[in-house]
């Protein structure tokens, strides 16, 4: 068996709370085997699993699938204690973070409930703090679970576009999340080697300290009997350069593609890159844009892997790299033999000749006459008519030959009623180069003072809509923080966002959990929302997937038995708020309670569970505070309250 190797918190520094759990915890030691199923379900399938290229990041867990329903009982893999929990309209939505004695943590994801106790320590938190959303980090001890004990329930919450679990094992003392199926944790139903596509080779020379890439050739794969491929012909290598291949990975019953465990690629023998997807952190998440063709990724549902180094920071991925996974045909090689594995042990291997011809090569690269060399670890401004770039030192992933103009005229746009453009536009270098971190761009522009409070910076995608990132006024010019390159110009949002209530103002909701708002911004995208109800505070749920807010009727914010005013507020990035109030009346309890009562009633009505009533203090609080002779009769006693008057009880109680 394989033992887990944190043990404890020994090299646990997140925070002083998280080691008083890991404290608390010591003692114990799993085995990998010996975690438990997450879900109460007869066999685990995943629909996404671990590693998973997505646009710019890696998957970092195991989605399991529930059904196509939310609601499926989640479970504790293994004994530990709640540490940590959140509640967000966008990531994980509702998350449960479990700490367990062998120093890892488990994590449960896009949950739509957490067991009662939680939620009772969740919204009273909620409504302390006036939050929506919330991360919260509850005191060692209070929430210990057991080795399969139900945690909450599987749903459909968070950035999520179908009923799930999203399941993760990280080490306590990194949150390096690490790959559950490879490490033996958990098996799936797979016997599918991966698949190979074909192979890509780019050139790669120096010119003025600056790398440069040009695609040398391309080649299909052909076979696949029994997992082994070749190429129709030798590949020609012009000079010294990098492969790429692209593949996927299958699984049993599973119609989509899955993530690439393992690549080695060796020549002539000899190891000269291996590539694994074991576990990172998610500061390094952000590596997928150059451990993969970040351009042709994003045009394909198979995995496009470079197999080289190109920034050092990425080198966690890479267990070996000889050269860098650099190839020198002039020195003489004769085949490449690329192996591709699946976190399940299924393997398919690729194997071809090479032969190098020198006069293969392509035209010599040309640098355009306004370009400009920029070294990657360095600070780098420069201004063109009106536009000042800054690059902050680590900002790209490798050096370049960098290019910014303004635009002759405005480029095919289309642009929304309230939406001013301030600026020209400008080419800010090339979208198909990826950002390790945002550049800084600054528009000189003459801002009418009625539009300085609503300024953006927009970028032209590729629908020839504007997509807006925020932005300040000041000292006449606009100025914001770009993560992509592309066509930029400055720009003002002055449209409210839009809000619309499921409900008419005076509707009756009785019988109804909950009120709904449709909310949407065709701009700057909606920032933040808070609602309340007779002037007070109330919690809303947000469905981004489906643009709703959500707030469920509590008894003790918006009782039955009279009208509530109800307040909404949405605001923009822009600043911009748009502001509803309606009022609504609840004059019938909810299925499964017991109404008090009459229509007599100066205090209106209050509604009680029935195993509330069976309590007497809270049977007699609910019929005082009503204040009105009302006689009470069913699965307890008959009592009868006198405005002021006392209680009288017709019967004992049980």
């Not at 957490?114 to 302390?128: D, G, I, L, N």
């Not at 109800?533 to 003790?556: Q, S």
């Not at 009279?562 to 609504?584: K, S, W």
Request: aromatic residues 10%.
């Amino acid at each position: 068996m394989k033992e887990m190797v944190r043990t404890g918190c020994r090299r646990l520094r997140l925070s002083v709370g998280v080691c008083l759990v890991c404290a608390a915890l010591q003692g114990g030691t799993a085995h990998a085997q010996d975690y438990g199923k997450p879900l109460d379900m007869p066999v685990l399938q995943s629909s996404s699993n671990f590693g998973k290229l997505r646009s710019t990041r890696f998957h970092s867990g195991v989605d399991f699938r529930t059904g196509g329903v939310e609601g499926k009982r989640v479970l504790a893999v293994e004994d530990g204690q709640i540490y940590r929990i959140g509640v967000k309209p966008y990531g994980y939505g509702n998350v449960v973070y479990v700490a367990h004695p062998d120093g890892n943590i488990s994590v449960y994801g896009h949950l739509s409930k957490f067991t009662p106790e939680v939620e009772a320590y969740v919204r009273s938190e909620r409504y302390r703090q006036q939050r929506n959303d919330i991360d919260l980090f509850p005191e060692a001890g209070r929430f210990p679970v057991k080795r399969g004990e139900v945690i909450g329930l599987s749903g459909n919450s968070g950035n999520s576009f179908g009923p799930h679990l999203h399941f993760e094992i990280r080490e306590g003392a990194s949150q390096r999340t690490v790959n559950p199926i490879a490490r033996g944790y958990y098996r799936v139903k797979d016997d599918l080697p991966p698949r190979i596509f074909g192979v890509s080779y780019y050139l790669v020379d120096t010119l003025m300290g600056v790398p440069v890439h040009t695609l040398a050739g391309r080649a299909a794969a052909i076979g696949g009997s029994g997992a082994r491929y070749t190429l129709e012909a030798p590949m020609v290598l012009p000079g010294r350069g990098y492969f790429c291949v692209e593949t996927m990975d299958r699984k049993n019953d599973v119609s989509g593609s899955m993530a690439t465990y393992r690549i080695v690629l060796s020549v002539d023998g000899q190891t000269r890159l291996e590539y694994l997807m074991d576990g990172f952190t998610f500061g390094e998440n952000h590596f997928a844009k150059v451990l993969s063709d970040y351009v042709l990724n994003g045009t394909t549902s198979n995995d496009i892997f470079r197999l080289a180094v190109l920034n050092e920071g990425a080198m966690p991925f890479y267990p070996r790299a000889v050269g860098r996974g650099l190839i020198d045909p002039a020195s003489g090689i004769d085949e490449v033999r690329i192996e591709v594995e699946d976190d399940s042990g299924n393997t398919a291997v690729l194997t071809f000749p090479v032969t190098y011809d020198p006069s293969a090569a392509a035209a010599t690269v040309s640098i355009p006459t306004d370009a400009e060399a920029v070294d990657f670890r360095r600070h780098y401004s420069r201004t063109t008519d009106g536009l000042k770039v800054t690059i902050p030192a680590g900002a790209l992933y490798e050096s370049l030959f960098y290019e910014q103009e303004k635009l002759s005229g405005r480029p095919a746009v289309t642009v929304g009623k309230g939406t001013h453009i301030l600026s020209d536009f400008y080419a800010v270098h090339d979208a198909s180069v990826p950002l390790q971190a945002p550049v800084t761009l600054s528009f000189r522009a003459d801002v009418p003072e009625e539009l300085r409070e609503r300024v953006v910076i927009a970028r032209l995608t590729d629908k020839g809509r504007l997509a807006a990132a925020p932005a300040k006024y000041a000292d006449g010019a606009v100025t914001g923080r770009a993560s992509l390159f592309g066509i930029w110009c400055a720009a003002a949002d002055t449209v409210n966002p839009t809000v619309t209530p499921s409900f008419r103002s005076g509707t009756d909701m009785s019988g109804e959990r909950r009120i709904g708002f449709r909310i949407s911004d065709d701009f700057s995208g909606v920032a933040s929302y808070s609602a309340t109800v007779d002037g007070e505070w109330v919690m809303l749920e947000h469905d981004t997937v489906h643009g709703m807010l959500y707030h469920y009727f509590d008894d003790e914010v918006c009782g039955t038995g009279r009208r509530h005013e109800v307040e909404l507020r949405v605001t923009d990035g822009a600043g911009n708020t748009a502001y509803r109030a309606l009022f609504l009346v609840r004059t019938e309890c909810p299925s499964g309670y017991m109404r008090f009562p009459a229509e007599a009633c100066r205090g209106g009505v209050s509604c009680s569970a029935p195993e509330t009533v069976r309590s007497p203090v809270r049977l007699f609080r609910a019929l005082f505070f009503s204040a009105c002779d009302i006689p009470v009769s069913g699965r307890g006693p008959e009592l009868r309250v006198g405005a002021g008057a006392g209680v009288r009880l017709a019967a004992p109680l049980p």
